[in-house]
């Protein structure tokens, strides 16, 4: 009798310890699912101030190319290929979407991009912010 139980307990321990096993198993994937959300959430959160932060902001030209679109001016050009449009917008960054723009596609007799019309006068190739300044009044700054 004393052999058969030995065996018995034995099985019965092994059986204990593979649950044990099993169960800490379990824990270490529940804890690296928890690290993996919560990294998951600092990214997304990080992500979301940075993008509040780039796009919810002012940008530094916000008033003179609100002015300029108030005083009637519009630049014409090419922006997804030509680079001189290209620089002249990047010159605005994200003020730029206060900027009255318009493909030149609408203006017939535009050789020259970008183009701004100011007053009826046509002005070509990248302006400083100076001379657009100059030309409508509205202030730097």
């Known amino acids: 009798m004393r052999f ?11 059986e204990e310890m593979f649950t044990k096993h099993e169960h ?8 690296t699912k ?4 919560l990294i ?26 609100k002015c300029l679109t108030e ?9 997804n290929w030509c680079k001189y449009t290209q620089a002249q917008a990047g010159m605005f960054g994200k003020s730029f979407k206060y900027i009255n723009y ?7 007799g535009i050789k020259t991009r970008p183009t701004w019309v100011i007053n009826g006068q ?13 030309l409508t009044g509205c202030p730097l700054g």
């Open 40 to 65: 998951l959430g600092f990214l997304l959160l990080v992500s979301s101030v940075w993008a509040y932060v780039h796009y919810a902001t002012p940008g530094p030209y916000d008033t003179f190319a």
């Open 71 to 79: 005083k009637g001016a519009v630049m014409y050009g090419a922006i």
């Open 24 to 31: 800490q198993q379990a824990l270490k994937r529940k804890r």
């Open 122 to 134: 046509w002005y070509e190739k990248v302006q400083s912010f100076e001379r657009l300044s100059a």
């Open 4 to 14: 058969q139980h030995q065996p018995q307990q034995y099985h019965q321990q092994r």
């Open 34 to 37: 928890l690290i993996l959300f």
């Open 102 to 108: 318009h493909d030149e596609s609408e203006l017939d």
